[in-house]
């Protein structure tokens, strides 16, 4: 399991669904403990936006949780 604070490695390696069931959790179902950074999530849009296309609905997550409210 990966915090706002620790490195992105899951979100490099992992398939795909556990890579958007981990991103689900951290972005917006995790306990707010887990709240991430702007800057943690701007890393993770940038690491999954390298992934590939497969992943572009991930960057849109990313971009969603990003947006001021």
Known sequence: MIT???DD?????DGFEATADLLDLLLWS???SMIPTREA???W???LTAR???FASL????DEWLMPN
């Open 30 to 32: 995790g306990p707010t």
């Open 52 to 54: 590939g296309p497969e």
């Open 41 to 43: 999530v701007m890393k």
């Open 59 to 62: 960057v849109t997550e990313c």
């Open 4 to 6: 706002a604070q620790e």
């Open 45 to 47: 849009r940038a690491t």
């Open 9 to 13: 490695s899951a979100l490099r390696v």
